[in-house]
């Protein structure tokens, strides 16, 4: 198999093996009515903002109603083999560098609580970006899109 093979056989593998995933996860049995998890389906994607997890404001300080989307969040992550990293970010309103120290935080102390939950810190890897990945949805709470800055990501890093 020549080099340029091999470059385009390994995407469509990769593709193909994560659309199975999918595939299989659609095929579990479930109650009547049940849905699929849609966390599940995205981390089959590689990545997804994990909704419900939030701050206090400038702070690493994770609010109460979050702990449940954590202890589900974990609960996925250890019945998966997979290693991910959990990236931090934050909105654009203060100062750069305490954007990007204060997004490294949130990520780690997202890690802590998962690995409370049970989840091993040797597949857990944190990255801030503070705000220099901004992520616009429409129709935020407040109107102002940068309101969804503020948010921890999951990316399936390798199997």
Known sequence: MNHMSRRVILPLAVALAALMTFVLLLAQPRAAGAQVDSLTVQLVGGRTVIQG?????????????????????????????????IEGHTDNTGNPAADQALSEKRA????????????????????????????????????????????????????
């Open 53 to 85: 997890i939030h701050f206090v404001k400038a702070t690493d300080r994770i609010t109460p109603a979050s702990g449940a989307h954590l202890a589900r969040l974990a609960k996925l992550l250890a019945a998966r083999p997979d290693t991910f990293l």
């Open 108 to 159: 780690a102390v997202v890690k802590s609580r998962l690995m409370a939950e049970g989840v091993s810190g040797a597949r857990l890897f944190v990255a801030g970006f503070g705000a220099t990945r901004p992520l616009t949805i429409p129709g935020g709470e407040s109107g102002s899109p940068g309101v969804h800055n503020a948010r921890i990501e999951v990316v399936q890093v390798r199997r």
